[in-house]
T-cell receptor
Framework: GAGVSQTPSNKVTEKGKYVELRCDPISGHTALYWYRQSLGQGPEFLIYFQGTGAADDSGLPNDRFFAVRPEGSVSTLKIQRTERGDSAVYLC??????????FGPGTRLTVL | AQKVTQAQTEISVVEKEDVTLDCVYETRDTTYYLFWYKQPPSGELVFLIRRNSFDEQNEISGRYSWNFQKSTSSFNFTITASQVVDSAVYFCALREEGGSYIPTFGRGTSLIVHP
């Protein structure tokens, strides 16, 4: 079956702009996670959804970051007033409860 | 709090050598899960194995094997007869049963296998 997909694969934007990153999880997976990965680092947790609700958003760095999952499937990570420090690869993963996560290919965000 | 340490930043070997990637973890929970993921140059993390804290039996899958030792809080990964295609960054992760379902990842070990 299809794995986790993320769009776009690459996004280049200018400082101060708004961006949206999309994640389409594996069908039937109730849990969805967003991570951010900088060069040479492991994935850094941002937010976790169980169904439609954000079960844990403690990893969001500030209020410029927001994510939604309105129908319990596709999720969108939204970043307002982007800064150069937001440049990273944004990873999405999905899982069944208590099980291993399956990751998408990531979106490489570059803020100029 | 959960913590994962992968002390080896980069390992370089020649094809056909065996190589072990170390993972040391910290947790106060008695029930937890350990994972290994592979991130090839293409960038997508690939799940390799999950082990729960009650199962200390070592596992072998082809050229891959994992050694879980609770006494030393380690979950090491060995690749036997390494191949160039094994070149990737490998991440160890820990998730505690209590609390949220958020795993903590180590910083990764970059494995370079030379032909």
């Amino acid at each position: 079956g299809a794995g986790v997909s993320q769009t776009p694969s690459n996004k280049v934007t200018e400082k101060g702009k708004y961006v949206e990153l999309r994640c389409d999880p594996i069908s039937g997976h109730t849990a969805l996670y967003w991570y951010r990965q900088s060069l040479g680092q492991g994935p850094e947790f941002l937010i976790y959804f169980q169904g439609t609700g954000a079960a844990d958003d403690s990893g969001l760095p500030n209020d410029r970051f927001f994510a939604v999952r309105p129908e319990g499937s596709v999720s969108t990570l939204k970043i307002q007033r982007t800064e150069r420090g937001d440049s990273a690869v944004y990873l999405c993963a999905s899982s069944l409860m208590n099980n291993e996560q399956f990751f998408g290919p990531g979106t490489r965000l570059t803020v100029l | 709090a959960q913590k994962v340490t992968q002390a080896q930043t980069e390992i370089s070997v020649v094809e056909k050598e065996d190589v072990t990637l170390d993972c040391v973890y910290e947790t106060r929970d008695t029930t937890y899960y350990l994972f290994w993921y592979k991130q090839p140059p293409s960038g997508e993390l690939v799940f390799l194995i999950r082990r729960n804290s009650f199962d200390e039996q070592n596992e072998i899958s082809g050229r891959y094997s994992w050694n879980f030792q609770k006494s030393t809080s380690s979950f090491n990964f060995t690749i036997t007869a390494s191949q160039v295609v094994d070149s990737a960054v490998y991440f160890c992760a820990l998730r505690e049963e209590g609390g949220s379902y958020i795993p903590t990842f180590g910083r990764g070990t970059s494995l370079i296998v030379h032909p």
